[in-house]
């Protein structure tokens, strides 16, 4: 390592050194190096030491060892050209007593010519970067209380252990070494059937909550509508097919846009859909339509299985009140609730009508898009993965995915999963600061990343991947609990060419695992 020099003074150095002594804010300067070549008070206070002792220091000495590798990887990527300011933090002890993290904001300077001249660091009191806003969040959603901290991280936490009953489940009934006799299968499928109950009903309660705190956030955009209904009847087909019921659809000849927020409707689709199925009787009929009619769009979904009394028809989207009876507790009107509230936060409005021997018809309106020009279809394509619709392949070189997990009952599903692709290899990262120093030892062929490791989150290891040019292009695909269609946009927005949640879907796994396959042996 380079050693450290003082620089000489610079002319008319004077009124700059008295502002930066003089302000309350915490400012530092090293050299391309990495030494300290000056500190204010405050930078000093902050960290617990004086200004004199700070000169000539490595940032690595005032960086917590765990994070050296992270901090001098996002140095050495700022000399590379990153544009982009990042965060160091520290938990620290104040000269008051009190616990607190200092947030050390580094940016590179650069001169007229474009040459770097020095890091500035600008340090706060405050929260670490993992524990703040997106960056990408509205700029008028309202954070979530601490209520909705705890629910969201009881969803979270009950995800982990379904992670594990679910695949392991999927795992027996795929498994071509352990057949199944038909009682087997069958019990295997009343596991998976109440799993992904159990998981609807997490859904929905996280949402519920966020709609309570008013800080979940939509996308209203121009979108085109038989995309999303396509989709939508996609979802719902094997339902339909396993309850015998015929599935139909009704759509206008004319191209329809409609504005919504995408992830939104199509919940809404398939809650209108799925609750259409709801004990279904054999031999019934559900169909999907769509219409314009003074300047709004009418997604209608009628079935031929229920009759709703007035009563019910008028109670349909309320929540049961406390201490009484929720009814058939499979969710239904927790479901439909939150499908009127997303409704109405996208300008909507929803409604319902039955007959006696006639079923039940849920009608929704939202407004209708008009466009000049045809929009580029591109901006419509529902999200996939940057593999793009390659079928499975096997490859015939061995690769390795990069699985960064702190839980080691997630990673030994992951473990038996992959046995069924033995051209992949599996290594392990037990935290954030372990995959970054292993990915940058041996650039993996895949990252596996969850979401919320125990030092930092998927989204920072993968930042700091992106900033290296041998680590830029490993494909990311996200495996975690946290479901949050903001987190699932924001990873997205950040490259992820994949986003797999908790618990796993086996088959989509594999089919991620070929079409990299493929892609390596083209």
Same mark, same amino acid.
């Given at each position: 390592?380079?050693?450290?020099?003082?620089?000489?003074?610079? @002319?008319?150095?004077?009124?700059?050194?008295?502002?930066?002594?003089? /302000?309350?804010?915490?400012?530092?300067?090293?050299?391309?190096?990495?030494?300290?070549?000056?500190?204010?008070?405050?930078?000093?206070?902050?960290?617990?030491?004086?200004?004199?002792?700070?000169?000539? =220091?490595?940032?690595?000495?005032?960086?917590?060892?765990?994070?050296?590798?992270?901090?001098?990887?996002? &140095?050495?990527?700022?000399?590379?050209?990153?544009?982009?300011?990042?965060?160091?933090?520290?938990?620290?002890?104040?000269?008051?007593?009190?616990?607190?993290?200092?947030?050390? %904001?580094?940016?590179?300077?650069?001169?007229?010519?474009?040459?770097?001249?020095?890091?500035?660091?600008? $340090?706060?009191?405050?929260?670490?970067?993992?524990?703040?806003?997106?960056?990408?969040?509205?700029?008028?959603?309202?954070?979530?209380?601490?209520?909705?901290?705890?629910? #969201?991280? &009881?969803?979270?936490?009950?995800?982990?252990?379904?992670?594990?009953?679910?695949?392991?489940?999927?795992?027996?009934?795929?498994?071509?070494?352990?057949?199944?006799?038909?009682?087997?299968?069958?019990?295997?499928?009343?596991?998976?059937?109440?799993? $992904?109950?159990?998981?609807?009903? /997490?859904?929905? +309660?996280?949402?519920?909550?966020?709609?309570?705190?008013?800080?979940?956030?939509?996308?209203?955009?121009?979108?085109?509508?038989?995309?999303?209904?396509?989709?939508?009847?996609?979802?719902?087909?094997?339902? #339909?097919?396993?309850?015998?019921?015929? =599935?139909?659809?009704?759509?206008?000849?004319?191209?329809?846009?409609?504005?919504?927020?995408?992830?939104?409707?199509?919940?809404?689709?398939?809650?209108?859909?799925?609750?259409?199925?709801?004990?279904?009787?054999?031999?019934?009929?559900?169909?999907?339509?769509?219409?314009?009619?003074?300047?709004?769009?009418?997604?209608?979904?009628?079935?031929?299985?229920?009759? !709703?009394?007035? $009563? %019910?028809?008028?109670?349909?989207?309320?929540?049961?009140?406390?201490?009484?009876?929720?009814?058939?507790?499979?969710?239904?009107?927790?479901?439909?609730?939150?499908?009127?509230?997303?409704? @109405?936060?996208?300008?909507?409005?929803?409604?319902?009508?039955?007959?006696?021997?006639?079923?039940?018809?849920?009608?929704?309106?939202?407004? %209708?898009?008009?466009?000049?020009?045809?929009?580029?279809?591109? $901006?419509?394509?529902?999200?996939?993965?940057?593999?793009?619709?390659?079928?499975?392949?096997?490859?015939?070189?061995? !690769?390795?995915?990069?699985?960064?997990?702190?839980?080691?009952?997630?990673?030994?599903?992951?473990?038996?999963?992959?046995?069924?692709?033995?051209?992949?290899?599996?290594?392990?990262?037990?935290?954030?600061?372990?995959?970054?120093? &292993?990915?940058?030892?041996?650039?993996?062929? =895949?990252?596996?990343?969850?979401?919320?490791?125990?030092?930092?989150?998927?989204?920072?290891?993968?930042? +700091?991947?992106?900033?290296?040019?041998?680590?830029?292009?490993?494909?990311? +695909?996200?495996?975690?609990?946290?479901?949050?269609?903001?987190?699932?946009?924001?990873?997205?927005?950040?490259?992820?060419?994949?986003?797999?949640?908790?618990?796993?879907? +086996?088959?989509?796994? =594999?089919?991620?695992?070929?079409?990299?396959?493929? !892609?390596?042996?083209?």
């Amino acid at each position: 390592m380079p050693t450290y020099e003082a620089p000489p003074p610079a @002319e008319g150095d004077g009124a700059y050194r008295q502002i930066f002594h003089a /302000l309350d804010t915490g400012l530092v300067r090293a050299n391309l190096e990495g030494y300290i070549l000056e500190a204010n008070a405050r930078f000093a206070t902050l960290l617990g030491l004086s200004p004199a002792a700070m000169v000539g =220091l490595h940032v690595a000495d005032i960086t917590p060892p765990d994070d050296v590798a992270t901090t001098l990887a996002q &140095m050495n990527a700022a000399l590379a050209g990153e544009r982009q300011p990042f965060v160091l933090n520290r938990h620290q002890t104040l000269a008051d007593g009190r616990q607190a993290w200092v947030r050390i %904001q580094v940016m590179l300077l650069r001169d007229d010519d474009d040459r770097p001249l020095q890091f500035v660091g600008i $340090a706060q009191e405050g929260l670490p970067s993992s524990d703040a806003l997106p960056t990408s969040a509205p700029h008028n959603e309202r954070r979530p209380g601490p209520g909705f901290d705890v629910i #969201a991280g &009881m969803s979270h936490a009950l995800r982990t252990p379904l992670n594990a009953i679910l695949g392991f489940a999927q795992l027996l009934r795929v498994d071509p070494g352990q057949r199944l006799s038909p009682g087997q299968s069958e019990k295997i499928a009343h596991i998976e059937q109440a799993g $992904a109950q159990l998981l609807d009903l /997490l859904s929905d +309660v996280i949402d519920l909550a966020r709609l309570e705190a008013q800080s979940l956030p939509l996308q209203i955009q121009l979108l085109p509508l038989a995309p999303m209904l396509e989709e939508a009847l996609a979802g719902a087909a094997a339902a #339909a097919e396993q309850a015998g019921v015929s =599935l139909l659809s009704r759509l206008p000849e004319e191209a329809l846009c409609i504005w919504a927020d995408r992830d939104r409707l199509r919940q809404v689709l398939l809650k209108l859909l799925h609750h259409a199925l709801r004990e279904p009787r054999s031999g019934g009929r559900v169909l999907l339509e769509a219409q314009a009619l003074h300047h709004q769009v009418a997604l209608t979904v009628s079935d031929t299985l229920h009759d !709703l009394s007035g $009563a %019910q028809q008028a109670a349909l989207f309320k929540l049961p009140a406390a201490g009484r009876d929720p009814g058939t507790g499979d969710g239904t009107h927790l479901g439909l609730h939150i499908v009127q509230r997303l409704v @109405e936060l996208m300008q909507g409005r929803i409604e319902v009508s039955s007959a006696a021997g006639g079923g039940t018809r849920l009608r929704v309106w939202l407004p %209708q898009g008009q466009t000049l020009q045809p929009l580029p279809e591109e $901006a419509f394509t529902p999200t996939k993965s940057a593999f793009g619709e390659l079928e499975g392949m096997v490859g015939e070189h061995p !690769l390795t995915v990069l699985y960064a997990e702190d839980n080691v009952v997630n990673i030994e599903l992951v473990r038996q999963v992959m046995r069924m692709r033995p051209q992949w290899r599996l290594e392990v990262a037990y935290s954030g600061q372990d995959a970054i120093a &292993m990915a940058l030892r041996d650039p993996p062929d =895949l990252l596996l990343l969850d979401m919320h490791l125990g030092d930092m989150s998927g989204l920072d290891v993968s930042n +700091v991947l992106t900033r290296q040019p041998y680590t830029a292009d490993i494909p990311r +695909v996200a495996l975690s609990a946290d479901v949050l269609p903001d987190l699932v946009r924001e990873a997205r927005a950040q490259g992820f060419v994949d986003y797999l949640t908790k618990p796993l879907d +086996v088959g989509r796994l =594999l089919r991620l695992l070929d079409r990299v396959s493929q !892609l390596k042996a083209e």
